[in-house]
């Protein structure tokens, strides 16, 4: 998605972000240890732009999403709104001018409320309006998503999926927020649906002047609605670049797997070779010292890999990673034997969870 006002204004900065959950045991409840779900992420979110975040379940996308809006607490490090420390900033401030949309919109919505009291529900609570000017701004925000004014009447069990997420979006416009972060919007439906939502997400932003960002596990979506594109692994972000500059060049041995693994057809057919990892995601309890891929990289290199972690580093404009042994353009990763490397009409899945 692009937008004609965009300009390279930071608004929103994340440095050395932390978060750890403790896990508890014993009846003292002392702590044990930590899960470290986002440990040490610095990021910065362009005004205007569409920032993807991809990564396997369990990677620490949707805990870094949470922390920057500060739905929870960080343990380390800081966010700034446009200049604003978020923790200085109030609830209030916060959700007017910071909002979110779950991936499962049912999930958030009280099914005893109709649509009015549920799009409504935001101003209200402001003290922006009521009565008759709260129900048409409720028609005005349904139409701006596609919906008609009568559904207002309406309770949430009577919408389709890509309708309730149309409604979660009017709830989310309803402040008129500068910035949305979308959480997984269209991985719970139907492909036709997803195409349609994706494309009143691009209409919405480049007529509100929004800035969005996009937590999916699904690269080929990125691929569709981002400008630029950073992936995550265990915790951390391991390369971070422009969208076409990570397709056509990507350098970390991670994202060449999950590259591998969208099914695309535009792909080439170098970049369609399925790359299986081996093993699994280790758990953000407990973490491997130096890389944390080197468990499932296939060029890890002992006495280096498993030791020193590598930090993000730039390898071009805008492009950044974390990799002792960064791939170059047109380089792939080996493949171990004929096993790791399915004919194409095998459906055999893939190890790779997207
Ligand atoms: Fe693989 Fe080593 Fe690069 Fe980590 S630093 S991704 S283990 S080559």
Not at 70 to 89: A, C, F, Q
Not at 111 to 131: D, K, Q, W, Y
Not at 155 to 172: D, M, N, T, V
Request: net charge negative; proline share 7%.
């Amino acid at each position: 998605m692009t937008h004609d006002s965009k300009t390279d204004e930071i608004l929103l900065d994340i440095k050395g972000l932390r978060k750890w959950f403790p896990i508890k045991s014993g009846m003292l409840t002392t702590v044990k240890s930590y899960v470290r779900a986002v440990d040490g992420v610095d990021l910065q979110v362009i005004r205007g732009e569409t920032l993807g975040i991809v990564g396997e379940s369990g990677c620490g996308k949707t805990t870094l999403g949470r922390v920057i809006l500060g739905l929870i607490p960080m343990t380390e490090g800081s966010v700034h709104y446009d200049g604003e420390d978020i923790r200085m900033m109030t609830n209030r401030d916060l959700r007017r001018r910071l909002q979110i949309v779950f991936q499962d919109p049912g999930g958030s919505m009280n099914p005893r409320m109709s649509v009015r009291s549920i799009v409504g529900e935001p101003l209200t609570v402001n003290g922006i309006a009521e009565g008759a000017e709260l129900t048409q701004r409720v028609a005005d925000l349904l139409a701006s998503v596609g919906l008609k004014r009568d559904h207002m009447n309406r309770f949430p069990h009577e919408f389709s999926g890509g309708q309730k997420q149309r409604i979660a979006l009017a709830r989310a416009l309803s402040l008129d927020p500068e910035f949305i972060l979308l959480d997984e919007p269209t991985s719970a439906l139907d492909v036709s649906v997803q195409a349609q939502v994706l494309n009143l997400l691009e209409e919405i932003q480049s007529k509100r002047d929004l800035t969005f960002v996009f937590i999916t596990h699904a690269l080929n979506v990125v691929n569709h609605v981002c400008e630029r594109v950073a992936v995550m692994y265990l915790g951390k972000i391991v390369e971070i670049a422009n969208t076409k500059d990570l397709f056509s060049k990507p350098a970390h041995p991670y994202t060449h797997a999950l590259m591998s693994a969208i099914p695309e057809p535009s792909l080439d057919k170098v970049a369609r070779r399925r790359i299986v990892l081996s093993g699994d995601v280790p758990s953000p309890a407990n973490p491997p010292p130096g890389c944390r891929f080197h468990t499932r990289c296939p060029i890890a290199e002992e006495g280096l890999c498993d030791v020193e972690e590598p930090k993000l580093e730039s390898i071009g404009e805008g492009h950044s990673v974390a990799c002792h042994f960064p791939l170059g353009p047109g380089m792939t990763l080996p493949i171990l034997g004929d096993d790791q490397n399915p004919p194409e009409d095998d459906d055999m899945p893939n190890t790779v969870l997207l």
